[in-house]
């Protein structure tokens, strides 16, 4: 069965940079765009943006240009998100998500990670 | 960037009643839009894709209409474990945009 195994909770301080791993599993991992949304505490769902699994291609959402990296390594079948100059309005829970068709870079998201809580305190 | 909009904020619905949710885009999207309901703790569970297909495993009790700019999400027959929060979500122009959010309640 599909499965996205992400890495544990983390705390940070302002300034620092997070990485987070996303681990797929049963299914072909290089058909299947990955992206990355997150959920600040009381907010909405927010897109961060993605990366082909194949290719290794990337695209952000503006807001996050510059401080984010999406790669990945094809002989884990792992995902990894780098989010640097942390901020306290970083705070939320980041999940990793498969697009639903394979091939598409966009599309809607069929299997999700666990969530990672991401804590930026001083 | 496409802004969905979401309303009501928040539904109040008996047991057995319909819920009917609404999600306005800016511009239009086809058929490009999903739903999600996302409790808290949980990762987001998808519902419909394409505007109207159900997912894997979803109940028949959950429908998606619409195109365009305008779009809806109904629950037939509501049921306690439907207390959630529900996201449209559109794929159709980049960046991807989710609306603001639904919460179901049980009145």
């Known amino acids: 069965q599909v499965q996205l195994v992400q890495s544990g909770a983390e705390v940070a301080k302002p300034g620092a940079s997070v990485k987070i791993t996303c681990k797929a599993s049963?299914?072909?991992?290089?058909?299947?765009?990955i992206h990355w949304v997150r959920q600040a505490p009381g907010q909405g769902l927010e897109w961060m943006g993605m990366i082909d699994a194949s290719g290794g291609g990337s695209t952000y959402a503006q807001r996050f240009q510059g401080r984010v990296t999406m790669t990945r390594d094809r002989s884990t079948s792992t995902v990894y998100m780098d989010l640097r100059s942390l901020r306290s309005e970083d705070t939320a829970v980041y999940y990793c998500t498969r697009v639903g068709i394979v091939g598409a870079k966009s599309a809607f998201f069929d299997f999700w990670g666990q969530g990672t809580l991401v804590i930026v305190s001083s | 960037e496409i802004v969905l909009t979401q309303s009501p904020a928040t539904l109040s619905v008996s047991p057995g009643e319909r819920a009917t949710l609404s999600c306005r885009a800016g511009?239009?999207?086809?058929?490009?839009l999903a739903w999600y309901q996302k409790k808290p703790g949980q990762a987001p569970r998808l519902l419909i894709y394409g505007a109207s297909t159900r997912a894997t495993g979803i109940p028949a009790r959950f429908s998606g209409s619409g195109s365009g700019t305008e779009f809806t999400l109904s629950i037939s027959s509501l049921q306690s474990e439907d207390c959630a929060v529900y996201y449209c979500q559109q794929n159709n122009t980049w960046p991807l945009t989710f609306g603001g959010g639904t919460m179901v309640e049980i009145k």
């Open positions: 511009q239009s999207l086809g058929t490009n």
């Open positions: 049963g299914y072909t991992f290089t058909s299947y765009s």
